[in-house]
């Protein structure tokens, strides 16, 4: 066990511990504190101990999450180019700024990435009306699946901050890509369906079709739209960036704050049978037991992704965020509903996304969204030390 007391045979000796620091500052005294040469030789002996145990704890992976914050990983998705709304690219950052307001050093914790986005892609018009700024939203999914792809293969937990949620076809594409083979359960909370695609979008926003995307639907059965070449063409290959088509299945869907749809999605919700778990149901039971039957709705899934759209809370909470809908949960829902659900070690990936702070009050939904944020790191380190390891026990 990591970091465990090492126990010598000698009862005048104290306790070792397996790791090389304390073999570094360990002091070779006895019991009464005098100086002792057998003591020392038994210091000695369990530092040869601890280094051993160091060797294999490394060989076998098995990050210590709880000393450096080592496992986790930040990805931050600044860009808004699939929301028809502007601001959302600003929400990471908001997010970093809620962190300074509370004196938290979080963003200091823990290693952060940047996936590199090209904000021009906003200046221009959109060509493309059924999938607007495809190309660029679609360059903004593959350097997020390569992130995340990344650092599922490196071991660490990503999380991941987005502006809008069309990049999150891009985050299922890496988990996808880092697990070819295996069961993928999506746990998509959310105000919306999320669930369009050209031939059915009444807005053209790509931020409607991350699900699309990765569960390869185009709903042809209820096409309104009649896309041009260069959209069909570029909806074929975000299709195809998980490299495995669809990247998930709709049994391994599961809704949650779901309200506000398009006949077209409530089709394919319907047909497909997906579970919607509602805000009654978090209101009438609670979010243990709403999180128990959540995750026993995906139970044969062996890799688990969370995605927290803020828009899921009530708009009456905090209107920062593009698409408020009123009926949602509230934040004290929406944090321990999260902690219930990463519980669970097959949580491979958590992303929060959809935090505007230009239509927001006093970065009031930022801050919801940090100490949420906070609440699942804290408890991924604090509490949760094997399991937590046993989640990044990749492949
Ligand atoms: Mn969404």
């Given at each position: 066990m990591p970091g465990a007391p090492l126990r010598s045979s000698s009862a005048h000796c104290r306790v070792a511990y397996a790791t090389p620091k304390s073999c570094k500052h360990q002091k070779f005294t006895s019991v009464d504190?005098?100086?002792?040469?057998?003591?020392?030789?038994?210091?000695?002996?369990?530092?040869?101990?601890?280094?051993?145990?160091?060797?294999?704890?490394?060989?076998?992976?098995?990050?210590?999450?709880?000393?450096?914050?080592?496992?986790?990983?930040?990805?931050?998705?600044?860009?808004?180019?699939?929301?028809?709304?502007?601001?959302?690219?600003?929400?990471?950052?908001?997010?970093?700024?809620?962190?300074?307001?509370?004196?938290?050093?979080?963003?200091?914790?823990?290693?952060?990435?940047?996936?590199?986005?090209?904000?021009?892609?906003?200046?221009?018009?959109?060509?493309?009306?059924?999938?607007?700024?495809?190309?660029?939203?679609?360059?903004?999914?593959?350097?997020?699946?390569t992130e995340v792809k990344r650092c599922i293969g490196s071991e660490l937990f990503p999380i991941v901050l987005s502006g809008d949620h069309s990049s999150s076809a891009g985050t299922i594409a890496g988990i996808r890509q880092a697990y070819p083979k295996g069961?993928?359960?999506?746990?998509?909370?959310?105000?919306?369906?999320?669930?369009?695609?050209?031939?059915?979008?009444?807005?053209?926003?790509?931020h409607g079709m991350p699900l699309s995307v990765a569960l390869g639907e185009d709903n042809e059965i209820l096409k309104i739209n009649n896309p041009d070449d260069q959209t069909r063409e570029q909806w074929e290959a975000m299709k195809n960036l998980g490299g495995v088509r669809p990247m998930v299945h709709y049994k391994n869907l599961v809704y949650v704050g779901l309200r506000d749809f398009e006949r077209e999605e409530d089709y394919l919700i319907k047909q497909n049978k997906v579970r919607v778990f509602t805000t009654d149901e978090i209101n009438n039971f609670g979010t243990e037991k709403v999180g128990r039957e959540i995750l026993a709705a995906i139970e044969p899934c062996e890799h688990i992704y969370?995605?927290?759209?803020?828009?899921?809370?009530?708009?009456?909470?905090?209107?920062?965020?593009?698409?408020?809908?009123?009926?949602?949960?509230?934040?004290?829902?929406?944090?321990?509903?999260?902690?219930?659900?990463?519980?669970?070690?097959?949580?491979?990936?958590?992303?929060?996304?959809?935090?505007?702070?230009?239509?927001?009050?006093?970065?009031?939904?930022?801050?919801?969204?940090?100490?949420?944020?906070?609440?699942?790191t804290n408890q991924m380190v604090n509490e949760l030390d094997v399991p937590a390891s046993t989640a990044m026990q990749a492949y």
């Open positions: 504190g005098e100086p002792n040469i057998d003591n020392q030789m038994y210091r000695l002996l369990g530092c040869i101990y601890g280094w051993h145990f160091y060797g294999q704890y490394q060989d076998n992976a098995n990050v210590n999450r709880k000393t450096t914050g080592f496992g986790i990983n930040i990805i931050e998705v600044k860009s808004e180019i699939g929301a028809g709304t502007r601001g959302a690219s600003l929400g990471p950052d908001a997010i970093e700024i809620a962190a300074l307001d509370f004196g938290s050093n979080f963003f200091k914790q823990f290693t952060k990435v940047e996936v590199p986005i090209d904000k021009d892609a906003l200046f221009e018009p959109a060509r493309t009306p059924f999938a607007r700024r495809i190309r660029g939203v679609s360059q903004v999914c593959e350097r997020v699946a069961r993928i359960g999506v746990i998509w909370i959310d105000a919306h369906a999320d669930l369009h695609s050209p031939y059915t979008t009444p807005s053209g926003n790509m969370i995605s927290f759209d803020v828009d899921s809370m009530d708009s009456s909470i905090s209107k920062g965020t593009g698409t408020p809908v009123p009926g949602g949960i509230t934040e004290k829902q929406a944090a321990s509903l999260i902690l219930r659900l990463m519980q669970n070690e097959k949580v491979r990936c958590f992303e929060i996304t959809e935090v505007n702070p230009t239509l927001d009050k006093e970065n009031l939904m930022a801050e919801n969204a940090f100490e949420i944020l906070q609440k699942v």
